[in-house]
């Protein structure tokens, strides 16, 4: 089981590290955002997720959810969003398994029911 907690931990560790406070002053206004920023690029984001979301891949669909959740749920950043983005991103076929599983559920029901 993923531990949530210290993935978030991590990213928000690495983003501190990369913070620059003009830049994120900069893109909250354009982005005309109550959520503060970090001050990190985008790539900049991809290249801290890539690197630290190898050691927490979920195994199983409830694992998946629930890190994507949790890391929704504690942002206080901007790029703790995009992070747990890149995260549901990089592992994607737990979204697949679900649409897949609910299609299944669907179908069965129907044919319960009638």
């Known amino acids: 089981m993923v531990n949530a907690k210290?993935?978030?931990n991590e990213f928000k560790t690495a983003f501190e590290q990369q913070a620059d406070l003009t830049?994120?002053?900069e893109q909250?206004?354009?982005?005309?955002s109550s959520m503060p920023y970090f001050g990190v690029s985008v790539p900049g984001v991809r290249k801290i997720v890539d690197k630290i979301a190898k050691k927490y891949a979920p195994e199983?669909?409830?694992d998946y959810r629930a890190v994507v959740r949790y890391?929704?749920?504690?942002?206080t950043h901007r790029e703790q969003w995009y992070a747990g983005q890149q995260y549901a991103e990089k592992f994607k076929k737990f979204i697949i398994e679900f649409v897949q599983f609910s299609n299944l559920c669907k179908?069965?029901?129907k044919m319960?029911?009638?």
Do not use: G, P
């Open 71 to 75: 890391l929704f749920d504690h942002a």
């Open 107 to 109: 179908s069965f029901c």
């Open 112 to 114: 319960t029911i009638a």
């Open 28 to 32: 909250q206004r354009y982005m005309k």
């Open 23 to 25: 830049r994120a002053k």
């Open 6 to 8: 210290l993935l978030f």
């Open 60 to 62: 199983t669909n409830d």
